[in-house]
Structure formats: structure tokens, C-alpha cells
């Protein structure tokens, strides 16, 4: 039975000559976070901080 070939044999894909960029690059972000989040702390946004409040009021029993 012959089997199906998506790729040939003799491909040749040169992404792994930038395996050691993007692991330096990757660290950089993360080590970039980690920073930030205890220089600045967690922006917990509108929900924590304020919003809008709607009050009702009735006379009576509804």
C-alpha cells in the first residue's frame, strides 16, 4: 500500500537557525512582566475602581 506524502523527502526549512532568538526574545518578555507586574501591580480595571450606580426609589411596597 502506498502512503500518502504531504512533504517531500529532501525539504530543507531553516526556521530552527532562530531557535536561540526567539528563546532570548520569549525570556525577555516574560522577565518584562514579571517587572511590571511588581513595579506597577494588577490593573484590576473599572469593575473594582467605580463604574455607574443606579438608584431607585419607591414610595411604597411594589
Known amino acids: ?16 537557525r532562530w531557535r536561540y532568538v ?8 516574560m522577565i518584562a ?3 511590571l507586574l511588581f513595579a506597577r501591580g494588577l490593573n484590576f480595571g473599572i469593575d473594582f475602581e467605580g463604574g455607574i450606580l443606579i438608584e431607585i426609589a419607591t414610595e411604597g411596597p411594589c
Open 33 to 35: 512582566a514579571v517587572v
Open 22 to 29: 526567539a528563546v532570548g526574545l520569549s525570556l525577555a518578555v
Open 1 to 16: 500500500m502506498r502512503h500518502l506524502k504531504l512533504i517531500p523527502d529532501d525539504t530543507k526549512i531553516s526556521f530552527t
